[in-house]
């Protein structure tokens, strides 16, 4: 018997960032939205714990307790003085290192299907508190949708969203990690007096409203200077893909990828293309937002 689980990657509307705290981490306000390109996690009962993975990124996906998924498991089977004997398998399709919470996802995805495998029976508020544990990102994997996160930008508040928004995401050829990425916000803004991190309501209302001109004009990632400061090329890619038509782009999360808004699936295919052919990425995908969050199939 075995239980999958569908989790989305997720691109960050707004990022804007606050001082380092004492613990190290930056108080966010995070505007999440999931888009449709999925990891699938599968649960298996085993002799003992083992992680797989296939897919196009497979070869960067670390097997050990320190993958996400392995670390929802081993939480979940604690909390339940249970055997965390269970073969997790990851088709991963979301990049890796890649600021689009593919880590997270499996973590939640993990989570969720060692939940119904074991028959824990956790309650949404005890699978989202293991999910904070994990890491900030988390409880989003798990909810999808749309949600403004405060705090570390584990506390949620779902959001509202009138439309449907094409995107394309530009894959760089190597990863950047997020704490690196943090670091290099720090430095950048050492002797600055950074203002407490807000939402920005002209966003908030361009996502109730579906409205992708709106929703460009508002785009923000306070990361951005700091992922293109240890990524300069990343700055050729924004260019190919605003000159391909799109109608605004930014840097995913901590980056490297590159996130840009199309009007509609015909200018997101275009400007994919484009992007490509500019040799400024990898590769490029089309997703759709917004998509649901981790859901057993
Ligand atoms: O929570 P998570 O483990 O995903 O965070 C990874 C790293 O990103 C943290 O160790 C920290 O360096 C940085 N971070 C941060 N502020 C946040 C979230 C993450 O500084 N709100």
């Known amino acids: 018997m075995s239980v999958r689980v569908r989790v989305p ?11 380092a705290r004492p613990d190290g981490f930056h108080d966010l306000a995070n505007v999440f939205l999931a888009v449709g390109l999925y990891d699938e996690i599968t649960v298996t009962p085993a002799d003992e714990l083992r992680v797989t993975c296939s897919g196009p990124y497979a070869a960067q996906v670390p097997l050990d307790r320190t993958n996400l998924a392995a670390r929802a498991a081993l939480t979940l089977a604690q909390r339940r003085g249970l055997d965390p004997a269970v073969h997790i398998h990851i088709a991963k399709d979301i990049p890796v290192a890649g600021g689009m919470a593919g880590g997270s996802a499996d973590g939640a995805g993990a989570l969720l299907a060692c939940d119904a495998l074991w028959g824990a029976g956790a309650s949404r508020e005890e699978l989202l508190e293991i999910c904070a544990e994990l890491g900030s990102d988390v409880p989003f994997s798990l909810v999808g949708g749309a949600a403004l996160g405060v705090g570390r930008g584990e506390q949620l508040t779902v959001l509202e969203v009138g439309g449907a928004f094409h995107w394309v995401f530009a894959m760089a050829e190597r990863g950047l990690s997020t704490p690196a990425v943090f670091r290099e916000f720090d430095r950048l803004n050492e002797g600055v007096l950074i203002p ?7 966003l908030l209302d361009a996502l109730v409203k579906g409205d992708a001109g709106a929703l460009a004009a508002t785009l923000s990632n306070d990361l951005q200077p700091a992922a293109l400061s ?6 050729d890619t924004l260019a190919a893909g605003r000159a391909a038509g799109a109608l605004a782009g930014l840097v ?11 009007r509609d699936a015909e200018s997101a295919a275009r400007v994919a293309e ?10 490029a995908r089309v997703a759709v937002s917004p998509a649901p969050g981790a859901t057993v199939v």
């Not at 995913?252 to 199309?262: E, I, K, R, V, Y």
């Open 9 to 19: 990657a997720k691109v960050n509307v707004q990022l804007a960032v606050g001082g």
């Open 196 to 202: 407490e991190p807000v939402a920005s309501q002209e």
């Open 230 to 235: 240890l990524f300069p090329e990343l700055a």
């Open 252 to 262: 995913s999360g901590s980056g490297p990828t590159t996130a840009f808004l199309a």
């Open 274 to 283: 484009a992007l490509v052919a500019s040799e400024t990425c990898s590769s």
